[in-house]
């Protein structure tokens, strides 16, 4: 024991700066896996939904691989999109959260993507994205009777909460409904309903 305790005494110095490397090799390390994290694009500001993403819209940021999301989209991938839903500053951008680009590929030929405008107290305050709903025209005179325009169509983007007493809704439908909406608005207020998949 008096033997180590000579030894330790004798390359104190030496010891002392061979722990002190070793404790900055492990703050490098630490550093060094940080550094080594996913690269992802999030938002810089909050975004209303149907926003179209501009290359001003993202910043880049790095975060743990434990913790990436697997279907985060690259900066080329994500201008140019247009958000589903509304989206918090530093949100990070993925496939789920924007409207699927080109012909709308998931919702079958012929599918396009129309807007309304609904007052929130003819139901739109309570619509949420992904939410299925029967379009009902409503004569504002009242002379004519309310009727359904579209039927279980899917409510693919909602402008985050507002002031404003009407809403625009991003709803995928056909053509043929699309016409048939945009024809009834020029004389009727919408109002939306929750529809059953399946009902009459």
Same mark, same amino acid.
Do not use: C, F, M
């Given at each position: 024991m008096?033997?180590?305790?000579?030894l330790v005494l004798e390359h104190r110095r030496l010891l002392a700066a061979l722990f002190a490397g070793l /404790?900055?090799?492990? =703050?490098?390390?630490?550093?060094?896996?940080?550094?080594?994290?996913v690269?992802?694009?999030?938002?810089?500001r909050d975004l209303l939904s149907g926003h179209v993403i501009g290359a001003g819209d993202l910043r880049t940021t790095v975060v743990p691989a434990a913790?990436?999301?697997?279907? =985060?989209?690259?900066?080329?991938?994500?201008? *140019?999109r247009r958000i589903a839903g509304p989206m918090?500053?530093?949100e990070v951008v993925t496939d789920f959260r924007i409207v699927r680009a080109g012909s709308l590929s998931g919702y079958g030929a012929g599918a396009v993507l129309t807007t309304i405008r609904v007052d929130?107290?003819? *139901?739109a305050?309570? @619509?949420?994205? *992904?939410d299925r709903v029967d379009v009902v025209a @409503?004569?504002?005179? *009242?002379?004519?009777?309310?009727?359904?325009? /579209?039927?279980d169509v899917e409510v693919v983007t909602v402008p985050s909460d507002d002031d404003s007493d009407a809403t625009a809704l991003g709803l995928v439908t056909t053509e043929k409904n699309a016409l048939r909406l945009a024809g009834a608005g020029l004389t009727s207020r919408f109002s939306v309903i929750t529809s059953t998949p399946g009902s009459p």
């Open positions: 008096d033997r180590i305790q000579e /404790a900055v090799l492990a =703050a490098l390390t630490s550093l060094r896996h940080d550094v080594d994290g690269r992802v694009q999030v938002v810089h913790v990436a999301p697997a279907h =985060a989209l690259e900066r080329a991938e994500a201008v *140019g918090r500053a530093g929130r107290a003819d *139901g305050a309570a @619509v949420r994205v *992904g @409503v004569d504002p005179d *009242g002379e004519n009777e309310a009727s359904v325009v /579209a039927r």
